[in-house]
């Protein structure tokens, strides 16, 4: 693990590089957030993206996703991975939302929790970027940055959660979607571009090609 100095400096350079950091998934409002969101696991946003203007057009808020039809959410929704079970999802969500939270989405993570397909990195997303709550969410890019630089050994994202948010503790809102995109674009599975990687000192990772 590192040293409190070694964290403070990545901290700082990530705020630096990423002060605008915002998700590349596109939504006008709540409910379209939390369907991105949803459909974002293991799917990538640019392929989301293509998605849901078809899918919010048939079904533009939380009580027509409701009574929404599964084979149609489906067919909308087929270039997305695991469609089938992300399609039932959906419906039984805004099911859930009706009977449960009078048609409002609640924003908090136990009860956002509750609803169908929405487990707690889903839920902390939606919070950080509807609320710009101060919490850590972690997909495969803020896993794989987290451990090539050594904030963390966790061997699952929960525990890689726990580790960033004591090494980290604020801004976490903004660390999360700036390493997102650090993992997206620089620190990638394949091919990482560290030549151009502004945290290139800090990093002693096998996987480092200068």
Same mark, same amino acid.
């Given at each position: 693990?590192?040293?409190? @100095?070694?964290?403070?400096?990545? +901290?700082? +350079?990530?705020?630096? !590089?990423? +002060?605008?950091?915002?998700?590349?998934?596109?939504?006008?409002?709540?409910?379209?957030?939390?369907?991105?969101?949803?459909?974002?696991?293991?799917?990538?946003?640019?392929?989301?993206?293509?998605?849901?203007?078809?899918?919010?057009?048939?079904?533009?808020?939380?009580?027509?996703?409701?009574?929404?039809?599964?084979?149609?959410?489906?067919?909308?929704?087929?270039?997305?991975?695991?469609?089938?079970?992300?399609?039932?999802?959906?419906?039984?969500?805004? *099911?859930? $939302?009706?009977? !449960?939270?009078?048609?409002?989405?609640?924003? /908090?993570?136990? +009860?956002?929790?509750?609803?169908?397909? $929405?487990?707690? @990195?889903?839920?902390?997303?939606?919070?950080?970027?509807?609320?710009?709550?101060?919490?850590?969410? $972690?997909?495969?890019?803020?896993?794989?940055?987290?451990?090539?630089? !050594?904030? /963390? @050994?966790? *061997?699952?994202?929960?525990?890689?959660?726990?580790?960033?948010? @004591?090494?980290?503790?604020?801004?976490?809102?903004?660390?999360?979607?700036?390493? $997102?995109?650090?993992?997206?674009?620089?620190? *990638?599975?394949?091919?990482?571009?560290?030549?151009?990687?502004?945290?290139?000192?800090?990093? *002693?990772?096998?996987?480092?090609?200068?």
């Amino acid at each position: 693990m590192r040293t409190k @100095k070694d964290i403070k400096e990545i +901290k700082e +350079k990530f705020l630096l !590089n990423f +002060k605008d950091a915002r998700s590349e998934l596109k939504f006008n409002n709540l409910y379209e957030l939390l369907v991105c969101v949803m459909l974002s696991a293991q799917c990538t946003d640019k392929r989301v993206n293509l998605i849901t203007p078809e899918l919010f057009k048939a079904y533009p808020d939380i009580k027509s996703m409701a009574n929404a039809n599964l084979a149609s959410v489906k067919m909308l929704i087929q270039s997305c991975s695991f469609f089938n079970n992300k399609a039932e999802n959906l419906i039984k969500m805004a *099911k859930s $939302v009706m009977e !449960n939270f009078a048609g409002e989405i609640p924003l /908090s993570e136990d +009860k956002l929790v509750s609803l169908a397909g $929405v487990g707690q @990195k889903t839920a902390h997303v939606v919070l950080i970027e509807h609320n710009g709550e101060n919490l850590m969410a $972690v997909d495969t890019h803020v896993f794989r940055v987290s451990h090539r630089l !050594n904030l /963390s @050994k966790a *061997k699952t994202p929960q525990g890689v959660e726990a580790d960033l948010t @004591k090494a980290f503790k604020t801004d976490l809102n903004i660390l999360h979607q700036a390493m $997102v995109l650090f993992g997206r674009y620089t620190c *990638k599975a394949i091919k990482p571009k560290c030549e151009e990687c502004f945290l290139s000192e800090l990093c *002693k990772s096998k996987d480092k090609r200068i």
